[in-house]
């Protein structure tokens, strides 16, 4: 039996992070990166390189845990299978919760990190 929760989960997870690598290219890192002048820190090209690259390994991740609520999806859970569901589905509450509160509700991903953490821990119980 398939989690259709833990699947729409893994859904949302990669399209988030496909939205999050490709809007933030676009709108925050490539013209962070290009403005001039360039703040002291972006001046080093290696601290640039691990600027653009962390925001992508970012979105890298986010699929790793997209493949693992998948993996979990196909398998009826028992403890080791709920702990890990509910860890990730705690995760992205987390994110939530720091995405509405830097941004003060206009950040537009954190009803998506919502949902994906009530989607894991309604799947985890």
């Excluded at 003060?104 to 119980?125: M, Q």
Aim: charged share 10%; with cysteine.
């Amino acid at each position: 039996m398939t989690s259709i929760d833990l699947v729409a989960a893994a859904a949302l997870t990669v399209g988030v992070s496909l939205i999050h690598s490709w809007l933030g290219e676009r709108r925050l890192i490539g013209p962070l990166l290009a403005s001039e002048p360039r703040p002291t820190a972006l001046r080093s090209n290696f601290l640039r390189n691990v600027l653009r690259y962390a925001w992508h390994l970012t979105s890298l991740a986010w699929i790793g845990m997209a493949g693992v609520m998948i993996a979990l999806a196909h398998e009826p859970l028992s403890g080791p299978g709920r702990l890990a569901a509910a860890l990730v589905g705690a995760t992205f509450l987390i994110h939530a919760a720091v995405a509405v509160g830097i941004s003060r509700g206009r950040h537009l991903a954190w009803p998506v990190f919502l949902a994906i953490g009530l989607l894991c821990l309604g799947a985890a119980r």
